[in-house]
């Protein structure tokens, strides 16, 4: 099984349609992010799943009251996402309030070096609740691969760690993998490359290495 995540993070449906077509074999997953779901309609959720048949992650990284991520997340999930990714920092109870419709994946640290600022700080409390919570993931950085063996050794067994930030920001498939990455997600280095179905397929062969 693939552990290659295409995050499409582009606005034009047949763009995105056309490479989730080109590189679908060498993935486990296709993220979609607001800028799709911005430009094409909360329905290209569904296409992607009926073309592809590959688990879709909504990466809304939700982070409201319990009763506004509920009604996000149930039209979300009732569009065929299987994964919403959350913010956990607005608490508990509004984390809870996405399980109770699917499956959820909590952001407890980000790829971007503004999440030095305040996110990493509460990254124990943030890995705290995942093992109180036991959503199907975490989402940690592939760019400080020491963070991801640290968010990893804090992790109930169990629980997936799920890595943006590899290609574009700098980080290294391997590198993250070796620190305990379940899942690498990458963008730019596919959906803007002048071959996706190439670089997708170089990506998965230099996972499939290190697996």
Known sequence: M???????????????MEIARQTVEYLWAIKVNWPLIIGSGLGIITELKRVTGLPVIADLKLADIPNTNRLIAKKVFEAGADYIITHGFV???SVRAVMELGEVIIVVEMSHLGA???????TDKLIEMANELEPFGVIAPATRPERVAYIRSKLKPGIKVITPGVGAQGGKAGDVLKAGADYIIVGRAIYQSDNPRESARRIYEEVEAWS
């Open 2 to 16: 693939s552990r290659l995540i295409l995050a499409l993070d582009v606005y034009d449906r047949e763009k995105a």
């Open 91 to 93: 608490g508990r109870d």
């Open 116 to 122: 030095k600022e305040f996110i990493q700080p509460a």
